[in-house]
């Protein structure tokens, strides 16, 4: 008794954090089927899918989410597998630089993208200092830098778990296959990367999910001019009270979300369901 006690005061806590979220996910779902009269209706969904708006928000989201993860992975794999395989030096400079990267205000980050990205900022001042440009280039208030934007924010995401799966991959394998003459990058493609697959494909997951509902990004770096589908939910809530299609437009957004976590978990199931026989 003394023990169930324990775990029931250990676990109240989360479990009220999860049962005040999905009340509020529950609220927000029937509100997207609710009409200003409170009579149950479809017209919210019929609005989303059938509003050629909100239809390029949601695949300008999902668009941008696909090769912002990919480049998030092609950029965090290498300092993930040095801060594993390098110096710990450098492992803990990388730790310490991505951690104050992710939990610094993110506010400040953005408008520190802005002083950077801006016409005034560092790198169009470097270009009209070398001659290389006549002129301010447009680096902010558009695709690229909300891609930017987002890139440097997910990097952590991605790097951490690929890092944390890394850590407990023993160097024996590796040296097994050099000891048999696989040259580095044969091992790094043939034995690192397959036995750090849920490393990558839980930072695949966190980092897309961040950037698909990316809300804050887009409206500073983006400047109004490039919207996603977080700013469309914002508007339609904030800007004009149209809580029913916020609500839904939020609900396709979830529903994909889950889609492509479903995928992505199925398919590394199957890798490594494959990579078991």
């Not at 009409?35 to 017209?43: I, M």
């Not at 839980?202 to 698909?212: A, N, P, R």
């Not at 400047?223 to 904030?238: L, P, S």
């Amino acid at each position: 008794m003394r023990h169930r006690s324990r775990l029931a005061l250990l676990l109240g806590p989360s479990l009220l954090l999860v049962g005040v979220f999905f009340a509020a996910l529950a609220g927000v779902l029937a509100s997207s089927f609710l009409a200003p009269d409170g009579t149950l209706t479809f017209r919210s969904y019929a609005a989303v899918f059938g509003d050629e708006y909100y239809v390029r928000a949601l695949l300008r989201s999902l668009w941008i989410a696909c090769y912002a993860t990919a480049i998030s992975f092609v950029l965090g794999y290498p300092i993930a597998y040095m801060m594993s395989r390098g110096s710990r030096r450098f492992a803990t400079i990388a730790t310490l630089a991505l951690a104050i990267q992710f939990f610094s205000i993110y506010v400040i980050k953005m408008y520190g993208w802005m002083l950077v990205l801006g016409n005034n900022g560092i790198i169009n001042r470097a270009l009209l200092a070398t001659g290389l440009a006549d002129a301010p280039v447009k680096l902010m208030y558009n695709e690229f830098g909300v891609a930017v934007g987002l890139i440097a924010s997910a990097l952590p995401l991605m790097v951490f778990p690929i890092n944390a799966v890394l850590q407990n991959v023993s160097r024996r394998y590796e040296e097994a296959a050099l000891g048999l003459g696989a040259s580095r990058w044969r091992v790094l493609l043939a034995v690192t990367l397959p036995l750090s697959a849920p490393g990558i494909l839980s930072g695949i997951v966190l980092t897309f999910v961040f950037c698909f509902t990316a809300y804050l990004t887009p409206a500073l770096l983006g400047g109004g001019f490039y919207k996603m589908i977080g700013n469309v939910i914002y508007d339609q809530a904030v800007g004009r009270f149209n809580y029913s299609l916020a609500a839904a437009a939020a609900a396709a957004t979830l529903a994909i979300s889950l889609v492509v976590i479903v995928s992505i978990n199925s398919f590394g199931q199957r890798l490594l369901g494959a990579r078991a026989r």
